[in-house]
């Protein structure tokens, strides 16, 4: 979620660059109202005034966002507790990932204008469009290559069931059960592709993927019985399961932990490092902590942001 000066090679860029998306994480979510099981509670409203502006982090902000007065993030605004709608129109962005954009913007002086987007469109329109993306991508070798990351979270994967288990849905043999997830995901695309080879190798029926665009339609999927379980990142079925007023549960623990990042593009390095030393000021003065758990969410917390991490 960098483009050359030369069109052809900037065309090309998109298309490796969106083909990329497709395959690793993130999620989205429930949309905290519309269409969304259970109501639509969220945390406090962060107040981005409360955080003090660092005049030397604000004077090295490019002056090509400097003369647009906002940085504009692109987030796929379906992804509860991440990034959601919601508020009295149920149109608003919020989410402990909207939250840190605007602790971002105010750092720097500057407001963060979180734009919703389709998930695999964000990573391909960061620098001609965005110039950040935050939407819990999962940071992998793959998204290295086309991007830059700047680590602030840490999520597993969880699977999830209706509340008692009543289709008797266990872990142990998930083949020929049908199963929600998100189209472009690394549940979709690592977790499950990898299942259903062990179910063809041990000569087992295939497990029946259900991939949707938006996690919120997994979700009522799995209220309504229409899938046998769901698996998305940990935040995501904590959320779910308090938004569906329980009728849903998690089943087993979280696995495979994976740090996420704030996405920038790749020929942007020194605002990537803009970024990364932005954040650490936000971790140092405790409002990186505040808003995490603001939402529940302080278990994903790292102790540093790191630019381009080994993953």
Known sequence: MTFSAKLAAKSAAVLAIGALALTACTNASETGGAGQPGGTE?????????????????????????????????????????????????????????????????????????QTAEFTGILPALGPKYDLGISSFTINPERL????????FEAGTSWAVQKGNPKGFSLDDVCGKKVGVQTGTVQEEEDLTARNKECKDAGK???????????????????????????????????????????????????DSAVQGIAVAKKDTEFAELIQKTLTSLMEDGTYEQILKAWGNEDGAISKAELNPAV
């Open 42 to 114: 969220s945390a406090a409203a962060f107040d981005p005034s409360a955080v003090k502006k660092d005049d030397t982090l604000a004077a090295a902000v490019p002056d090509s966002i400097k003369s647009k007065g906002k940085i504009l993030v692109g987030s796929d605004t379906s992804y509860a507790p991440a990034e959601f709608l919601g508020g009295s129109d149920g149109q608003t962005p919020m989410g402990y990932d909207v939250d840190i954009a605007k602790a971002i913007g105010a750092k720097l002086g500057l407001e963060a204008e979180v």
């Open 145 to 152: 290559k086309a991007v830059n990351f700047v680590s602030y």
């Open 205 to 255: 029926p295939a497990i029946e993927v259900v991939s949707l665009k938006t996690q919120t339609d997994i979700n009522t999927r799995l209220v309504n019985g229409s899938v046998d379980a769901m698996l998305a990142d940990s935040p995501i079925i904590g959320y779910a399961i308090t938004q569906t007023n329980g009728a849903v549960e998690k089943i087993g623990e979280p696995y």
